[in-house]
């Protein structure tokens, strides 16, 4: 059996979208953004003078907010927020980028679980299949 890394998919322009977008939610939070070190559960940690007051998970999208009607998170993303909330008390927030808004919603939030597809145009290998959660894009709250 065959056990290869995942190879990784952020590129620079993800990382900077990224950094930008963080920037806009330090900004309307009035907080400063951590960013977590590559294969943490969430991209940054929300914090005001030192004290942590949110996980965030980061995803930028390349279509206006509607044209899809929900954005897919990962089954393992919604467990490590689960875990990370019952742990510190903390909210975990995901925070996407459409290319007409911003906006945010936090992990608890209902969602349709689905599983994937092969072949699907995401960031896992080709062949794998998991189980995702659906957030409609209504549940948002919008930054901009």
Avoid at 87 to 106: H, K, S
Avoid at 127 to 137: A, L, M, Q
Wanted: glycine content about 4%.
């Amino acid at each position: 059996m065959n056990h290869e890394p995942y190879p990784m998919y952020e590129t620079q322009e993800d990382y900077d979208a990224e950094q930008r977008v963080a920037d806009i939610v330090a900004q309307r939070w009035r907080c400063e953004m951590q960013r977590n070190r590559k294969l943490s559960p969430f991209d940054f940690i929300a914090h005001r003078g030192g004290v942590p007051c949110a996980f965030i998970e980061m995803r930028t999208r390349h279509n206006p907010m509607y044209q899809y009607p929900s954005v897919m998170v990962s089954l393992t993303k919604i467990i490590a927020a689960k875990q990370h909330t019952e742990a510190t008390g903390l909210p975990c927030f995901f925070v996407v980028e459409w290319t007409d808004a911003i906006g945010y919603v936090n992990f608890d939030c209902q969602k349709d679980l689905r599983i994937s597809g092969k072949g699907w145009n995401r960031r896992n290998p080709p062949d794998e299949v998991e189980v995702i959660g659906y957030i409609s894009n209504e549940q948002f709250q919008m930054l901009k």
